[in-house]
C-alpha cells in the first residue's frame, strides 16, 4: 500500500548549523505535502507545506523542496536555534481527507 | 473555543471497561479525525468525519471501537471491553473545509492506559 519513509530517525545538529530531513513517497496521485513539528508534550502543529505544482516554498529559516520525479520531499533547517528542538513529521495526501504520515524525525540542537 | 478541545487529558482504566474519549473541534470545521499516537510515532489514522457522517472508519482497529459526531460538532470516540494494548495517545483533529490539502488543528489528546 502508499506508504512514506522519513530518514533519519534521529538528527543531531549543532546550535546554528543547518537540519535537512528527507521523505519519500509511492502514491504517485499525492499532491500536498505538509510537515509537522511536535515539540515534547505538545500536539503536533503545522509549519509548512507544499503543493504538487510547486517545486519549493522558504519560510524564514525553513524551507521544503519537492522532487516530483522522483516522489522526494525535504525539510531544510538553516541556523538552527534550541526552539528548533523537536520531533518533525512529512506527510503525503492520500485521498481526498486523508494524510499518510511519515515515522518522525527527532532533531536535536547541541548547545 | 481557542481551539480543538478534548477530555478528558488523562484516562486510567482497568481492563474490560467502557472508556468515551471526548473532542470538540473549532466552531464551524467540517472534518473531523481521530488518530492514535504511540510515543515518539506518527499519527495512525483511525476515523474520518465530514460535518456528521462517518465517511471512513477503516484504521479503527477492531468492532470494540466506535465513534460518533451526531450534530456536526462534538464527537466522542467509544472504546468498549478496554484491553492493555489499547493504552495509547488518543488524538483529535479537525480542519475547515473537508479535504486534506489543508491545515490540521490538533487536540492535546487523551491519554489513556488501560491497567
Known amino acids: 500500500g502508499e506508504n512514506v519513509e522519513q530518514h533519519p530517525s534521529t538528527l543531531s545538529v549543532q546550535e546554528g548549523d543547518s537540519a535537512v530531513i528527507k521523505c519519500t513517497y509511492s502514491?504517485?496521485?499525492?499532491?500536498?505535502f505538509p510537515w509537522y513539528k511536535q515539540e515534547l508534550g505538545k500536539r503536533p502543529q503545522l509549519i509548512i507545506d507544499?503543493?504538487?505544482n510547486v517545486g519549493e516554498k522558504k519560510d524564514q529559516r525553513i524551507a521544503v523542496t519537492l522532487n516530483k520525479t522522483a516522489k522526494h520531499f525535504s525539510l531544510h533547517i538553516t541556523e538552527t536555534q534550541p526552539e528548533d528542538s523537536a520531533v518533525y513529521f512529512c506527510?503525503?495526501?492520500?485521498?481526498?481527507?486523508?494524510?499518510?504520515w511519515g515515522a518522525g524525525t527527532k532533531l536535536i540542537i547541541k548547545p | 473555543g481557542a481551539g480543538v478541545s478534548q477530555s478528558p487529558r488523562y484516562k486510567v482504566t482497568k481492563r474490560g471497561q467502557d472508556v468515551a474519549l471526548r473532542c470538540d473541534p473549532i466552531?464551524?470545521?467540517?472534518?473531523l479525525y481521530w488518530y492514535r499516537q504511540a510515543l515518539g510515532q506518527g499519527p495512525e489514522f483511525l476515523t474520518y468525519?465530514?460535518?456528521?457522517?462517518?465517511?471512513?472508519k477503516s484504521g479503527l482497529p477492531n468492532d470494540r471501537f466506535s465513534a460518533e459526531r451526531p450534530e456536526g460538532s462534538i464527537s466522542t470516540l467509544t472504546i468498549q471491553r478496554t484491553e492493555q494494548r489499547d493504552s495509547a495517545m488518543y488524538r483529535c483533529a479537525s480542519s475547515p473545509q473537508g479535504s486534506a490539502n489543508e491545515k490540521l488543528f490538533f487536540g492535546s489528546g487523551t491519554q489513556l492506559s488501560v491497567l
Open positions: 468525519f465530514n460535518y456528521e457522517a462517518q465517511q471512513d
Open positions: 466552531s464551524g470545521h467540517v472534518s
Open positions: 502514491d504517485s496521485a499525492s499532491n500536498y
Open positions: 506527510a503525503a495526501s492520500r485521498s481526498n481527507y486523508q494524510l499518510i
Open positions: 507544499i503543493r504538487s
